[in-house]
């Protein structure tokens, strides 16, 4: 059974960095590309970032790019996404997904999401 | 980027009901050169995570129940639920996998009448 758990959220103020961390299970990861998407609070999806299934590739959305950095670390299962410099409008829960597709395509699994909130 | 236009964004519904629920892309999600549509959809209920539903539009995934039907092509999409069910209600969203930055629809909620 494919899994997805996050962890690292909570309360930070503006301007500082957190680190979230994905643990998987149930697939071989080095095997897929994964990705973070985030849903503020009462609003829809918005993909923050995406890394190929061996790391050479990250795609971001501009607003967090050269804040966020998304990494996987392959014998460990886990994906990560540094964030720094946080702002007020990336509160959010932040979910971690698998990605299906060589190119990647789209999101087949779907972690319990970890909230982030933003705020002095 | 390619925006993603839901409607209607809620939709009252009664069990049985045949439901249909529309998704347009700003730029068609047609790659000529294997003909598919690059978009899905997912079912997010209350409380949860989402969850895919249909991709290339309109190949359901694994366990989907064959009353979620996806259709259309170039820019215009549809999922279809023939015969909604209690545990249907939920947001649905699309979303474009045609190039970065990814990007969902609004999302169109279904709600009991």
């Known amino acids: 059974e494919v899994q997805l758990v996050e962890s690292g959220g909570g309360l930070v103020q503006p301007g500082r960095s957190m680190k979230l961390s994905c643990a998987a299970s149930?697939?071989?990861?080095?095997?897929?590309?994964m990705a973070w998407v985030r849903q503020a609070p009462t609003k829809g999806l918005e993909w923050v970032a995406t890394?190929?299934?061996?790391?050479?590739?990250?795609y971001y959305r501009d607003s967090v790019k050269g804040r966020f950095t998304i990494s996987r670390d392959n014998a460990k299962s886990t994906l990560y996404l540094q964030m720094n410099s946080l702002r007020s409008e990336d509160t959010a829960t932040y979910y971690c997904?698998?990605?299906?597709?060589?190119?990647?395509?789209?999101?087949?699994?779907w972690g319990q999401g970890v909230m982030v909130t933003v705020s002095s | 980027d390619i925006v993603m236009t839901q409607t209607p964004s809620s939709q009252a519904v009664s069990a049985g009901e045949k439901v249909t629920m529309s998704c347009k892309s700003s730029?068609?999600?047609?790659?000529?050169?294997?003909?598919?549509?690059?978009l899905a959809w997912y079912q997010q209920k209350p409380g949860q995570s989402p969850k895919l539903l249909i991709y290339?539009?309109?190949t359901r995934e694994s366990g989907v129940p064959d009353r979620f039907i996806g259709s259309g092509s170039g820019t215009d999409f549809t999922l279809t639920i023939s015969s909604v069910q209690a545990e249907d209600l939920a947001v649905y969203y699309c979303?474009?996998?045609?190039?970065?930055?990814?990007?969902f629809g609004g999302g169109t909620k279904l709600e009991l009448k």
């Open positions: 997904t698998r990605v299906r597709g060589a190119r990647p395509h789209y999101f087949d699994y």
């Open positions: 890394i190929s299934y061996d790391g050479s590739s990250t």
């Open positions: 979303q474009q996998y045609y190039n970065f930055p990814r990007t």
């Open positions: 730029q068609s999600l047609l790659y000529n050169e294997n003909k598919k549509n690059y």
């Open positions: 290339w539009a309109s």
């Open positions: 149930g697939f071989t990861f080095s095997n897929y590309g």
